[in-house]
């Protein structure tokens, strides 16, 4: 069974642009969330999203969003990139997100500002 | 919210010897605590969760204890590994309403075993 896949793995950029993450989930998975990982934050929760619908959100600015489809893939954007938004962005599946299931990861995008 | 203290921060062992990891968290609401293992160029791996319900688990080497009363949790990795070596997270996922749970983490724990 094919594990959590997120596109693409590292991506540079320069302040000002906007990104669009890609993550696709194990599959029969309807739960997807995002997590920021950084060394001095360590990892942070940004959104959760079941059946198209963001049913979370952490506490991070408005320049950060995302959607699911109807196939459970999920993307993220970050719109005018800053230096401190450099950090591996996480994703992570599970079954419905109720009753506590396990979240698997994927290995993550890395991404650099410049 | 949510928070969870990890500790310690580092932590070298010898190649057999056993390695313990501590984590508290705050919110009493909480009733999943999930481990997880990261290696360099990696995502975190799950390696064993428990359950508020249950007050100890075991996996081949590695085990999990919770005391809800005193709000802290600790993963037991015994005959450790040269590949055991990695960074180690603890995490609480208290509801957040709406059928959601999100996870917080603890700061981590870099895991060196020498051979």
């Known amino acids: 069974k094919a594990g959590v896949t997120q596109t693409p793995r590292y991506l540079i950029k320069t302040r000002g642009q906007q990104v669009t993450l890609s993550c696709s989930p194990i599959s029969g998975h309807r739960s997807v969330s995002w997590y920021q990982q950084t060394p001095g934050q360590g990892l942070q929760f940004l959104f959760e999203?079941?059946?198209?619908?963001?049913?979370n959100k952490g506490n991070f600015p408005g320049r950060f969003s995302g959607r699911q489809f109807s196939n459970s893939r999920s993307e993220m954007n970050v719109s005018t990139l800053e230096l401190g938004d450099s950090a591996l962005y996480l994703c992570?599946?599970?079954?419905?997100?109720?009753?506590?299931?396990?979240?698997?990861f994927g290995d993550g995008t890395r991404l650099s500002i410049l | 919210g949510e928070n969870v203290e990890q500790h310690p921060s580092t932590l070298s062992v010898q190649e057999g010897d056993s390695a313990v990891i501590k984590c508290t968290y705050s919110?009493?609401?909480?009733?999943?605590f999930p481990w997880y293992k990261q290696e360099l160029g990696k995502g975190p791996q799950l390696i064993i969760d428990?359950?508020?319900?249950?007050g100890e688990k075991k996996d081949q080497r590695i085990a999990v204890t919770l005391n809800k009363t005193a709000k802290h949790f600790s993963l037991h990795i015994t005959e450790t590994q040269p590949e055991d070596s990695a960074v180690y997270f603890c995490?609480?996922?208290?509801?957040?309403?709406?059928?959601?749970?999100?996870?917080?983490f603890g700061k981590g724990t870099k895991l060196s075993v020498i051979p």
């Open positions: 995490a609480a996922s208290p509801y957040s309403g709406a059928g959601s749970y999100q996870l917080t």
């Open positions: 919110d009493s609401a909480s009733n999943y």
């Open positions: 428990i359950r508020s319900n249950v």
């Open positions: 992570a599946s599970s079954w419905t997100g109720e009753s506590n299931q396990p979240q698997h």
């Open positions: 999203y079941f059946s198209e619908t963001q049913r």
